[in-house]
Every structure is written in C-alpha cells, then in structure tokens.
C-alpha cells in the first residue's frame, strides 16, 4: 500500500513517516506502520525518535484515514487542535511503531481523531483528541 500513501499524504522522504497502512476501514479506523531507523536525518546515535516526529507521524495516519475514501489533490489538511497527548515511553531505533487512529466525530471538513501508538508490545503515545479540517489549496493561496 505504500502507493496509497504517496497517492494521499504531499509529504516526501525525510518526512513522510508512514510506511505501511496494516488494516484500514474508511471513516471509522485505520492502522499503520512506521519503522524507526538510525539513518534517519535527525538521529544522533543513541537518540530515540524524537517524541514531535512521533506524533507527526501519527497524525499522517489520521490524515490518511480522513482522505482515504476520496483523496483530493486539490485539498489540504490542516490541523487545528490537539489535547490529551501523552508520551509514555521512548521509541529507539529499530523499533516499528504501530499507530492506531480512529474517527472520534466527523462534520463536514471538519473530523476529530484519537488513538494511541505501540513499539515493542509497549504503548509509547497516546493521543486524546485531534481535529483537522480541509481547504481548497486554491483558496489558501490567495489568502
């Protein structure tokens, strides 16, 4: 599936951090992927993966999940709020974390998410409530 994530998310390596979408049902819940390497930019021997990347990452799953039925080029997802995000551990190289998201309301443009991520059987995120909304990448230009 990695052809559906480059078909949904802009972002390009470095900083697409998804790897894999495991299980997903369309507006309800997806599972995905990440695999933590060393030989990522911003890993300094022996730093773990940085807790904002990790949280970044999770939220290119909740954007995969919001766009998955009807990805849209021409539509931009924006995050507006984040509350209830806990980091319960450190992610080292060469774990693979499992992020879980998981449709919480959807009205609109406008979708909440929750969820948590996992490495090595532990939980090291967990995620309360984020909320994105879409715009017309035409309409932000000429804002």
């Known amino acids: 599936m990695p ?3 480059l078909r949904v998310l802009p972002h390009r390596h470095p900083m ?5 979408v495991v299980d997903v049902t369309p507006g309800e819940s997806l599972t995905a992927l990440k695999a933590v ?3 990522e930019p911003w890993h300094r021997a022996p ?3 940085p807790p904002t990347l990790l949280l970044e990452s999770w939220c290119q799953a909740a954007v995969l999940l919001s766009t998955w039925d009807a990805p849209d080029p021409d539509r ?3 995050f507006g709020a984040m509350a209830d995000v806990e980091f319960h551990r450190p992610v080292p190289p060469g774990c693979v974390v499992r992020h879980s998201v998981r449709v919480l309301d959807a009205r ?3 979708v909440a998410f929750t969820g948590r991520s996992e490495a ?4 090291v995120m967990t995620v309360g409530r984020v909320v994105t909304t ?5 309409d932000l230009r000429n804002s």
């Open 134 to 138: 879409s715009r017309a990448v035409a």
């Open 76 to 78: 931009l997802v924006l």
């Open 3 to 5: 052809s559906d994530i």
């Open 37 to 39: 390497s060393a030989n």
């Open 16 to 20: 697409l951090l998804v790897d894999r």
């Open 120 to 123: 090595e059987g532990h939980v």
């Open 47 to 49: 730093e773990d993966f």
């Open 108 to 110: 609109g443009a406008t």
